[in-house]
């Protein structure tokens, strides 16, 4: 079975400074990997996914994230973070060739401090 | 935006009720799938829909029952409702030509449907 966790329950940051939330996934083969944003009692917008070849993967937002095979790892990070970024930030898990089959972290929170 | 719409937006219903979501998938998508997200926690992957016949489940009971119509529209259906049932149900759209297995890289989100049971 697929499982995310996502160590980091809360993230304070100051504005400006660098960002980097931790995700570590559980899956028998290569998977579909995903960070998903959330703003409050909003849906989930895709910041980037990673499905193969290179392993540092460019989002939106300047986001991006790096696969790590040998840690289980994808971790996302910024280097700037802006006041707008505060939000509920979610790793997920998807078996290959079915993105609507996700499995998902329990959330980051990120608060920005100015 | 998306171009997945969900409705209603919000609703609140007494404990033992019924209730009906609503998703309009996006155009080009022939699959649906159905997410609860508890507060403070993350999305639950209820069930998927591809060509109105359930494509995977998760762990919940038969008391959550879904359709999809020939517009690959759907429909999540909850009864006897707990208080526990109180959540964010999220329906993401994907999927193209074929199966579910084929170009079905992303999952596009609904902005959700926030069910109170009381």
């Known amino acids: 079975a697929q499982s995310v966790t996502q160590p980091d329950i809360h993230i304070t940051v100051s504005e400006g400074a660098s960002l980097e939330l931790r995700c570590n996934y559980s899956y028998g083969a290569t998977p579909y990997l995903f960070w998903y944003v959330q703003s409050p009692g909003q849906g989930l917008q895709l910041l980037l996914k990673?499905?193969?070849?290179?392993?540092l993967v460019q989002g939106i937002k300047g986001f991006e994230a790096e696969f790590k095979r040998s840690q289980s790892s994808f971790n996302l990070r910024k280097p700037s973070v802006h006041w707008s970024d505060a939000a509920e930030y979610f790793c997920a898990v998807a078996r290959r060739s079915n993105a609507g089959k996700s499995t998902f972290g329990d959330g980051t929170t990120l608060t920005v401090k100015p | 935006e998306t171009g997945v719409t969900q409705s209603p937006t919000h609703l609140i219903k007494t404990r033992g009720q019924q209730v009906t979501l609503r998703c309009s998938s996006q155009s080009g998508h022939n699959t649906v799938s159905w997410y609860q997200q508890a507060l403070g926690q993350g999305p639950q992957f209820i069930f998927q829909y591809y060509r109105e016949e359930e494509n995977g489940r998760g762990n919940f009971p038969p008391r959550f029952s879904g359709l999809q119509f020939p517009n690959y529209s759907s429909e999540l259906n909850v009864n006897a409702l707990e208080l526990d049932d109180s959540a964010l149900y999220l329906c993401?759209?994907?999927?193209?030509?074929?199966?579910?297995?084929?170009?079905?890289?992303?999952?596009?989100f609904g902005q959700g449907t926030r069910l109170t049971v009381v």
């Open positions: 993401a759209s994907s999927g193209g030509q074929g199966s579910p297995g084929i170009a079905n890289t992303e999952a596009f």
């Open positions: 990673y499905f193969s070849g290179d392993t």
